[in-house]
C-alpha cells in the first residue's frame, strides 16, 4: 500500500499555511500523482497578522500558496474561526467538518497531532477524529509545537517536491517574520526526515487510522 492509493485527500489545517508546513511536499506529490486534494483552513488568524499588513492578507495569500502546490481554488475553503479559540467553538468546527466529510467523501485525511500544544492545532485533531471516523487519518508533524511526534509513516519526496513547498510557503509574505519560515529549516527538516529511512527527503506522519 502507497500513498498513490489515495484518489481524494483533504487536509485541515487550523490556520492558513499549517498545512504546508506540515504536509506541503505529500501535497504536491499528492496533486502531481493525480489525487484529488481539498485544503480547509480553518482561520485567518486575522488577529495575528503584523499590524503593517491588512488583516485579510492571509486568505490572500493561502489562495497563491495552494496554487503554487496545484491546489484547485474550487478546492480551497477558508473558514473565519478565531484564532486560539477553536476550544470553545468545538461544535461548530465538527459541524463543519462533518460537512466537508458528507461533501468530499476523502478516503484519507491529513491534520495536527493530538499531541500538538496549540490548543487551536489539538482542537482540529480531536475533533477531526470525530468526524472521520471511518476514513484513513494521518497527523502530519509541527516540529515545535510537537513534544513527542511518533515517526509512523514516511513519505518520500523528490527535489520538486521540496521546491513546492518552499515555494507555497514563500508566499507568506505576512508571515516571514517567524525564524520556523526559513528556507534551510524547511529543507532541512524533509532532508532529515529522508535520511531517517534513507532517501533524499520525506514527510513524517503519524498514523490514526489505516484503512486497506
Known amino acids: 500500500m502507497t500513498i498513490s492509493q489515495f ?3 483533504l487536509v ?9 508546513f506540515g504536509c506541503g511536499g505529500t501535497m504536491a506529490r499528492l496533486v502531481e500523482g493525480g489525487a484529488s486534494v481539498t485544503y480547509a483552513a480553518f482561520s485567518t488568524a486575522a488577529k495575528s497578522v503584523p499590524p503593517d499588513f491588512p488583516r485579510d492578507v492571509l486568505r490572500h495569500e493561502v489562495r497563491a500558496a495552494t496554487k503554487v502546490l496545484g491546489i484547485d481554488e474550487a478546492h480551497l475553503r477558508v473558514y473565519d474561526f478565531e484564532v486560539r479559540t477553536f476550544p470553545t467553538m468545538r461544535q461548530e468546527i465538527l459541524d463543519q467538518m462533518i460537512v466537508l466529510a458528507q461533501e468530499l467523501k476523502p478516503d484519507c485525511v491529513m491534520m495536527p497531532a493530538l499531541i500538538d500544544l496549540h490548543q487551536d492545532h489539538k482542537t482540529v485533531a480531536e475533533e477531526g477524529l470525530r468526524a472521520f471516523k471511518r476514513t484513513t487519518v494521518l497527523a502530519y508533524e509541527i516540529p515545535w509545537n510537537n513534544l513527542n511526534f511518533s515517526h509512523q509513516a514516511y513519505v518520500r519526496l523528490e527535489e520538486r517536491h521540496v ?11 505576512s508571515q516571514q517574520h517567524r525564524n520556523y519560515t526559513r528556507e534551510d529549516y524547511i529543507r532541512n527538516v524533509a532532508l532529515t526526515r529522508g535520511i531517517d529511512v534513507g532517501c533524499d527527503f520525506a514527510e513524517v506522519f503519524e498514523v490514526y487510522r489505516w484503512i486497506i
Do not use: I, R, S
Open 12 to 20: 485541515l489545517a487550523p490556520h492558513t499555511d499549517d498545512g504546508e
Open 163 to 173: 521546491e513546492k513547498k518552499v515555494e507555497a510557503l514563500a508566499c507568506y509574505e
Open 7 to 9: 484518489a481524494k485527500v
